[in-house]
Every structure is written in structure tokens, then in C-alpha cells.
């Protein structure tokens, strides 16, 4: 079945750290992947997405995500976290077949310590 | 400014009692949805819409309805049917160009008292 993965529910960072956050797909075929974020009791933003090309996508806030096809994942990385990148990230994928129905993981929850 | 808006941001019904939710966007798009989300489970799509009177099923559809008579409108309504209502739902739409990015509202917030 087609699918998204975060293996991590929970990470915690020290402010100034980097940050990896893991994402994998199954898919038949390469899918559009995308990264979310969002702050508690509010909507997703997104960060950066990912259709086709270059597998390095950079995104807003300082996040950039790579795309490995030989191990199917869309890890999200940023090289120094600042205390408001604490929020839930989540990780979604489409297919070209899909129009438009977005499938998520289920999220990781980033929590930055000072 | 364009974006999606829904209303009200806290609801809360009483077990029994149908109840809609408002979702309204102004960015002219075609397609619209309804995610459903709880915690550790990600969102969890309701219904969508790809164009004016038309939309299908979700993953999560039972106990659920939705209508689309405007474009720029797409109601849910939680119905009595809906077994564990309790959730944080969140209205999204896209241009409707396969492969594009869905934009999301600030979400409601269901509570059954």
C-alpha cells in the first residue's frame, strides 16, 4: 500500500543543534513529496516540497529536505535550530494518480531545549 | 489577503446533535478537503472536492457529509452517526493541477460535551 512513514514520534534538541527529521515513502512510482509544519492549535504550513529534479530542495525558515530514491526517504534537516522551529513537522507524499489526496505520516513532535 | 478561513475555531456539541463546520477560501481554487486529525495519527482525509457539486469519499468519510454548491465553500457537517467526534479538523485546497501543494486553514477544534 501506498504510504508515508516518520519513524520518530518525539525528538528533542538543544537550541543551536541541527535537526534531522526522517520520512519514508512506498510508492510505486517516484511520488511529489512535501514537508509541513505546524505550531499547537494552528493549520500546516508548508516548508518545502519536492516534484522532480535536483534532489536537494531548500525550503522557507532555513529547512532544506533531500530525496534518496535508493532508500526511499525525504529526510527534513535544518543546521541550527532556533527555539521557534519547535512545532510538529509532518511529512506527506502524492502520487501522480492521486489528485491532490495527500497522504501524511504521523508527524514528528520537535521539542528545542534553551 | 487570500487564504482559507473556518469557523468558528472552537466548537463544541452536545452527543446526538449534527453540528457544521465552515470553510471558506477566497484563492480561487478548484479542489478543497476535509482532514480529520488525532494525536499520533497524522490527518486523515474526510471528504474532498475536486469541482463545484461534485466530491467523493475519503479514508474516514462515515458519519460524516459535505456539500459544495460555491466554489469558494465547502462545509462539513459531523453528524450523530460519527461515533468518536472529539478532533481537530482542518480544511485544505489546492489549485487542482495534479501535483501541486494544499494550503491549510487554522482548523476547528471539535469537542463533544
Known amino acids: 500500500a501506498q504510504s508515508v512513514t516518520q519513524p520518530d514520534i518525539h525528538i528533542t534538541v538543544s537550541e543551536g543543534a541541527s535537526l534531522e527529521l526522517r520520512c519514508n515513502y512506498s510508492y510505486g512510482a517516484t511520488p511529489y513529496l512535501f514537508w509541513y509544519v505546524q505550531s499547537p492549535g494552528q493549520g500546516l504550513q508548508l516548508l518545502l516540497k519536492?516534484?522532480?529534479?535536483?534532489?536537494l530542495v531548500q525550503g522557507i525558515k532555513g529547512f532544506e529536505a533531500e530525496f534518496k530514491r535508493s532508500q526511499s526517504s525525504f529526510n527534513l534537516r535544518k543546521p541550527s535550530v532556533h527555539w521557534s522551529d519547535a512545532a510538529e513537522y509532518f511529512c506527506a507524499g502524492l502520487t501522480t494518480d492521486s489528485w491532490g489526496k495527500l497522504q501524511f505520516g504521523a508527524g514528528t513532535q520537535v521539542v528545542v531545549t534553551p | 489577503d487570500g487564504g482559507i478561513t473556518q469557523s468558528p475555531k472552537y466548537l463544541f456539541r452536545k452527543e446526538g446533535q449534527n453540528v457544521t463546520l465552515s470553510c471558506e477560501q477566497n484563492?480561487?481554487?478548484?479542489?478543497m478537503y476535509w482532514y480529520r486529525q488525532d494525536p499520533g495519527q497524522g490527518l486523515r482525509l474526510i471528504y474532498y472536492s475536486q469541482i463545484v457539486n461534485d466530491f467523493q469519499k475519503g479514508d474516514i468519510a462515515e458519519g460524516y457529509s459535505v456539500s459544495r454548491e460555491k466554489k469558494e465553500s465547502f462545509p462539513l457537517t459531523v453528524t450523530s452517526a460519527q461515533k468518536n467526534p472529539t478532533a481537530f479538523y482542518l480544511c485544505?485546497?489546492?489549485?487542482?493541477?495534479?501535483?501541486?501543494?494544499?494550503?491549510f486553514g487554522q482548523g476547528t477544534r471539535l469537542t463533544v460535551v
Open positions: 519536492y516534484f522532480s529534479g535536483d534532489t
Open positions: 485544505a485546497s489546492s489549485p487542482g493541477v495534479r501535483g501541486t501543494e494544499a494550503f
Open positions: 484563492l480561487n481554487h478548484d479542489a
